[in-house]
């Protein structure tokens, strides 16, 4: 989680620098969802997700310096330079997708999910704002976890990581029993804005913000429940927070100087079998020239 902290940091001041363009969401605030998530499940289970997918590709098995690098736009990326923040893939990771579940979809989903007994998990991160606007102002009703009217739901502390792995587990054991999907609501909070070009500040204030660090933080909440418990010394949590520094750091570099991919590549991947580009007889796009 704090290798996620300090990655979304990171990529927020790249960002300012306009070294990142484009879209970028922002993940602090929401590390436990992810973390929890992939605690609870196998590395084989299947994983997909929309925007705000940093964290996922990160617990999915993919480096910080392939997802900085995919910030910046350089060969190295995850997804080679060529999706940015929005689409990440790794193994069984199908997830940084530019949409979110519009409505009609989402039933669609679960009612066929119920006919079928698939064994779908159907997460709701609940940050509390859409774009720009508090669920208690967008929604009638603010308990998505019962939206799967017919598909059993639960409500969980989105931001403690111990409680998101264990109902995580539950579910799971619940979808492999063969008993059809469930449906299930993380309460979190996003620190940053919807994107960047997002202040976050203009529909909350700074001290609602500021209340959810100080009470809820899924990082502090944690740090603080290993030393009380005596499961780390602030020494050893110190030296962990050292260490991620460094990886950042040189994740950072490697973002920054790795070289961009070459306009020739700019069409590849496609087509699964790298068939010509011809589309009512114009030539294959890797014949672009730059003109800059």
């Not at 159907?122 to 704002?129: L, P, R, T, Y």
């Not at 740090?223 to 950042?248: G, H, Q, W």
């Amino acid at each position: 989680m704090q290798t996620m902290r300090r990655m979304e940091l990171k990529a927020d001041q790249l960002y300012k620098q306009k070294i990142i363009r484009g879209f970028c969401h922002l993940y602090d605030g929401q590390e436990a969802c992810a973390m929890g998530i992939e605690a609870g499940i196998n590395p084989t289970d299947h994983l997909i997700t929309a925007y705000r997918a940093h964290g996922y590709t990160f617990t999915r098995g993919v480096s910080v310096r392939e997802i900085m690098a995919e910030l910046t736009g350089r060969r190295g990326g995850v997804a080679k330079g060529k999706g940015g923040s929005m689409h990440m893939y790794a193994k069984h990771f199908y997830g940084g997708n530019g949409i979110v579940g519009a409505q009609g979809q989402i039933f669609e989903s679960f009612n066929m999910a119920a006919l079928w007994k698939l064994p779908c998990i159907f997460i709701c991160e609940n940050n509390k704002f859409g774009m720009g606007t508090s669920v208690e102002r967008s929604s009638a009703s603010t308990e998505y976890f019962k939206r799967g009217d017919y598909i059993p739901g639960i409500k969980v502390d989105g931001m403690d990581v111990l409680c998101v792995r264990e109902a995580i587990k539950f579910a799971a054991d619940y979808c492999r029993a063969g008993k059809g999907p469930i449906v299930m609501e993380l309460e979190t909070y996003r620190y940053h804005g919807h994107s960047m070009s997002d202040p976050g500040v203009s529909y909350r204030s700074r001290e609602e913000i500021q209340e959810v660090r100080s009470k809820s933080d899924p990082i502090t909440m944690l740090k603080e429940r290993m030393l009380s418990n005596n499961m780390a010394s602030v020494e050893e949590i110190k030296e962990i927070d050292v260490e991620i520094r460094k990886v950042i750091e040189d994740a950072a570099q490697f973002a920054i100087s790795d070289p961009e991919p070459p306009l020739d590549e700019l069409c590849n991947h496609i087509f699964a079998n790298d068939l010509p580009m011809e589309v009512r007889g114009t030539n294959p796009w890797v014949k672009l020239k730059s003109v800059s």
